[in-house]
């Protein structure tokens, strides 16, 4: 009996240990696992998704909004897409969102992942679907290779814009080059873009020079140091600005002090 | 036929429900839609994996009523009737599991080596491991790793590299550990092993009857719920057991059936004897 003790302690001690390091071996490869396929900045998400942190706790990958597509535009990422496995997306390039009035695929979603608020406006104490309202990216023109930046007639993201004249209006500038033709520059408004796509899909260039971003990647931020004096509206922003000073080494002195510093300026 | 009738009986349902939202993404059927997550029932009622709900709970989602009504639903009925049915009646993983233990059985590995060790216990530390990482990274951890989603999703919408899981599922069933997925790692058995405990719908043995053969323990994949067997009658009570009834069919002597009332019978006793 006395010659089993502690060969009982080390047995117990040892699933102990075993238990813990491969708890902790598991745990590792997993969250490294799930961190690395969480993160697809370039994912375009369905009408109305949340935003993209919430929208990975709240979807449950059922695929119900895939199914309500008419036009077969969403697909659930499957393992090998480097997209988050299971949830759904769609890639404008290959088969835009037609914005269907009635958005057939936001209702449907069992778990609220996607909104019917985001989606919805009241029209006379009724809600009614607003697809203008749908905000899932902004299409953006690469400059260099689109051919109306080079004086090459060409409407074709313009008139297969939804929403055209307001998503996308035309500039109209003249050809110094030529000295006698326009330029028929589309530009991208952000407030009224939706991220359908279909200007991406109807792009003439080999591969598209205007192409949908998720909002994240294609808006850039003022912050609070930069108002439209002009603008009343803008200049409300500051309302919730918080003052704050940079404290370096540097401005630990006087300000004298800084212009008698002998050494170097950087 | 009297051999495999449960059998065939489960294969129908599994492949049935797969069919059933199959035909619901490619042919716009409006029966069963979506998949074994979350799905819709004659467009109306709402279904859900409790489990995944819980994970995205623990993840902070706020979610809205139907996946809860959905998770409540498949979880009373698991809960009071099913069991741990799910494990055998409707999850895809199990044909291939079955079909890698159909292999071992023919190939007599297990005749070689059973098993190396492994604690039947390590489902339920893969399930508390599934929540607290889901609340860590703010996603349902194991749904996105979950091989049984990959198959059920996979089927319906597109599979892409998802069949690696499967294989990687059958070969260490058929060449490292008998049962080692349905009956050793999976959380998701490993949740419905709890939430079934108290089911109504039970296997009962009759020890009268019974020869000793063995048998239902040869292809039983929770062996350990059939520690009765050839001692004492009754119901099985372990949470464990998936009611695949693979122990009726082979059974010759009839000791073995579903039942529900001495699982009632049972109770009564028990909390008598406690009382």
């Known amino acids: 009996m006395r010659k089993e003790l502690p060969n009982d302690r080390r047995k117990f001690i040892l699933s102990m240990a075993r238990g813990v390091g491969l708890s902790a071996m598991g745990a590792l490869v997993w969250s490294a696992y799930v961190d690395e396929v969480k993160a697809a900045p370039l994912i375009l998400r369905p009408p109305g998704a949340l935003d993209e942190p919430d929208f990975l706790k709240t979807c449950i990958k059922c695929g119900l909004c895939v199914e309500a597509c008419p036009?077969?535009?969403?697909?659930?990422?499957?393992?090998?897409?480097?997209?988050?496995?299971?949830?759904?997306?769609?890639?404008?390039?290959?088969?835009?969102?037609?914005?269907?009035?009635?958005?057939?695929?936001?209702?449907?979603?069992?778990?609220?992942?996607?909104?019917?608020?985001?989606?919805?406006?009241?029209?006379?104490?009724?809600?009614?679907?607003?697809?203008?309202?749908?905000?899932?990216?902004?299409?953006?023109?690469?400059?260099?290779?689109?051919?109306?930046?080079?004086?090459?007639?060409?409407?074709?993201?313009?008139?297969?814009?939804?929403?055209?004249?307001?998503?996308?209006?035309?500039?109209?500038?003249?050809?110094?080059?030529?000295?006698?033709?326009?330029?028929?520059?589309?530009?991208?408004?952000?407030?009224?873009?939706?991220?359908?796509?279909?200007?991406?899909?109807?792009c003439v260039t080999k591969k598209p020079a205007i192409y949908v971003l998720p909002n994240e990647v294609a808006l850039g931020e003022v912050g609070d140091h930069y108002i439209k004096g002009w603008d009343k509206a803008d200049e409300s922003r500051l309302k919730d600005a918080k003052g704050g000073t940079t404290v370096t080494e540097r401005s630990n002195r006087s300000a004298v002090d800084s212009l008698n510093d002998t050494g170097d300026l950087y | 036929?009297?051999?495999?009738?449960?059998?065939?009986?489960?294969?129908?349902?599994?492949?049935?429900?797969?069919?059933?939202?199959?035909?619901?993404?490619?042919?716009?059927?409006?029966?069963?839609?979506?998949?074994?997550?979350?799905?819709?029932?004659?467009?109306?009622?709402?279904?859900?994996?409790?489990?995944?709900?819980?994970?995205?709970?623990?993840?902070?989602?706020?979610?809205?009523?139907?996946?809860?009504?959905?998770?409540?639903?498949?979880?009373?009925?698991?809960?009071?009737?099913?069991?741990?049915?799910?494990?055998?009646?409707?999850?895809?993983?199990?044909?291939?599991?079955?079909?890698?233990?159909?292999?071992?059985?023919?190939?007599?590995?297990?005749?070689?080596?059973?098993?190396?060790?492994?604690?039947?216990?390590?489902?339920?530390?893969?399930?508390?491991?599934?929540?607290?990482?889901s609340t860590a990274m703010g996603l349902a951890a194991f749904e996105i790793i979950s091989p049984i989603a990959m198959a059920h999703r996979g089927l319906v919408f597109g599979m892409g590299f998802g069949i690696g899981a499967l294989v990687i599922i059958f070969l260490f069933d058929l060449f490292v550990h008998e049962n080692a997925w349905c009956g050793y790692v999976c959380p998701l058995g490993g949740f419905y092993s709890i939430l079934g405990k108290f089911s109504l719908f039970r296997v009962k043995h009759d020890a009268e009857a019974c020869t000793l053969c063995m048998k239902?323990?040869?292809?039983?994949?929770?062996?350990?719920?059939?520690?009765?067997?050839?001692?004492?009658s009754g119901s099985v009570l372990m949470g464990a057991c998936t009611n695949c009834a693979r122990c009726i069919e082979v059974c010759d002597d009839d000791a073995l059936d579903f039942s529900i009332r001495s699982q009632l019978e049972q109770t009564i006793e028990q909390t008598k004897e406690k009382a």
């Open chain 1, 71 to 202: 036009y077969d535009t969403l697909m659930l990422a499957q393992p090998g897409d480097n997209n988050p496995i299971g949830t759904p997306f769609f890639v404008p390039r290959d088969i835009p969102c037609y914005m269907c009035d009635d958005i057939p695929c936001v209702p449907v979603c069992p778990t609220g992942a996607l909104v019917q608020d985001s989606v919805t406006t009241e029209v006379e104490d009724e809600l009614t679907w607003d697809i203008t309202k749908i905000d899932m990216g902004l299409a953006v023109v690469d400059v260099e290779s689109c051919i109306a930046f080079w004086g090459i007639q060409c409407d074709a993201c313009y008139r297969a814009c939804p929403l055209m004249d307001e998503a996308i209006t035309l500039q109209y500038d003249k050809n110094e080059r030529t000295g006698k033709h326009a330029f028929l520059k589309p530009i991208v408004h952000a407030d009224a873009c939706t991220g359908c796509g279909l200007c991406e899909r109807a």
């Open chain 2, 216 to 232: 239902c323990k040869e292809v039983c994949p929770e062996k350990e719920v059939l520690f009765m067997i050839g001692k004492n």
């Open chain 2, 1 to 133: 036929m009297r051999k495999i009738r449960y059998l065939l009986m489960r294969r129908f349902t599994q492949i049935g429900i797969l069919v059933l939202y199959f035909g619901a993404n490619a042919y716009g059927w409006k029966i069963l839609q979506g998949n074994l997550s979350a799905s819709s029932l004659f467009e109306t009622v709402p279904l859900a994996d409790p489990f995944a709900l819980l994970q995205m709970l623990f993840a902070g989602a706020v979610l809205a009523t139907d996946v809860i009504v959905g998770a409540l639903i498949i979880a009373l009925f698991y809960a009071v009737i099913g069991g741990r049915a799910f494990c055998s009646w409707v999850c895809p993983i199990n044909m291939v599991t079955d079909l890698a233990n159909w292999l071992r059985r023919r190939l007599g590995i297990s005749d070689v080596q059973k098993r190396v060790y492994m604690s039947r216990n390590v489902r339920y530390w893969v399930m508390a491991m599934a929540l607290l990482l």
